[in-house]
């Protein structure tokens, strides 16, 4: 948290500011930062819908070359809030009611069938597949409407139970987060080390299919 709030600060984010993210690639490197904002209780934040591709694709103002240093900013850690969990969070959960474990990797690499298998192919055991990339209107980059998103969370049993989100290393998990969390379902964590630790570690169990 405290390493987090540093690097806001270097980038002159104020206890008052407004922080917009957006990304030139995919959506969940913005909401990985907005995660992580969350994370250590700055919530006045938000997610540019559709990203960079939306806003040039739009005509809006872009410009080139470096970006303007900021005067230092003075935003630190408001709460410290546990929304990671590591890898014994995730086994306690396996075949738990109350828990929904999310992958939100594409369906090939939940199923085994390809992808980056990240060590060993398939998912961690008792894992639901919903795509981070399935949330998006491939069309606009932009998320799909609120009804939309809540029949897809509702599919995999997500929206009456903890959520555990996880992806490769806890980036396309967050976009998983966010959407929950904009539906006004607030108890989701993310798996931090993912796959990146799980497939690794072959006690662990992993399923495919």
Known sequence: ???????????????????????????????????????????????????????????????TGPGRARPPGDVGVAQVRNLMVGKEAVQAA?????????????????SGAGGNSYGRPGHIAGSVN???AQLLDPATNQMLPADALRGKFAAVGALDRRVIAYCGGGIAATADALALVMLGHED?????ASLSEWAKDESLPMAVG
Not at 188 to 192: A, L, P, R, S, T
Request: charged share 20%; with cysteine.
């Open 1 to 63: 948290p405290e390493a987090m709030a540093a690097a806001m600060r270097r980038f002159g984010v104020d206890r008052d500011s407004r922080v917009v993210l957006y990304s030139t690639a995919n959506l969940w490197w913005a909401t990985r930062v907005w995660w992580l904002l969350r994370m250590i209780g700055f919530d006045n934040a938000a997610v540019l819908d559709g990203g960079f591709q939306a806003w040039a694709r739009e005509g809006r103002p872009v410009e």
């Open 94 to 110: 396996i075949g738990s009611a109350a828990v929904c474990t999310i992958n939100a990797l594409l369906p090939q690499q939940h």
């Open 130 to 132: 919903l795509p981070a």
């Open 188 to 192: 989701v964590v993310v798996y931090d």
